[in-house]
């Protein structure tokens, strides 16, 4: 079965770093386009960045555009999320996603950004 595993979220300082990742299984990961989603609190989910199978083309929210960047090992199954210049306004929980004949979502990982 799919499965979808986020990991390296955390608290971080404003201004801060962080990368996140996304170990798959149970489907032929190449051949996949992957997102990453967020939700904050009182807030819906929304799209972050997502990348076609082979990494090549990448599109960003707006709102994360020159800070985040999306990338992918296909040789890993794994997918990331480098987060640089972080800001309050990105704590969230951040969702791995891929849609393989129906939605699959991560069980997510929490990135709080304070001071």
């Known amino acids: 079965q799919v499965q979808l595993v986020e990991s390296g979220g955390g608290l971080v300082q404003p201004g801060g770093s962080l990368r996140l990742s996304c170990a798959a299984s149970g489907f032929t990961f190449r051949v996949y386009a992957l997102s990453w989603y967020r939700q904050a609190p009182g807030k819906e989910r929304e799209l972050v960045a997502n990348?076609?199978?082979?990494?090549?083309?990448?599109n960003y929210a707006g709102s994360v555009k020159g800070r985040f960047s999306i990338s992918r090992d296909n040789s890993k199954n794994t997918m990331y999320l480098q987060m640089n210049s972080l800001k309050p306004e990105d704590t969230a929980v951040y969702y791995c996603?891929?849609?393989?004949?129906?939605?699959?979502w991560g069980q997510g990982t929490q990135v709080t950004v304070s001071s």
């Open positions: 996603y891929v849609r393989v004949f129906r939605k699959y």
């Open positions: 990348i076609t199978s082979d990494g090549d083309v990448t």
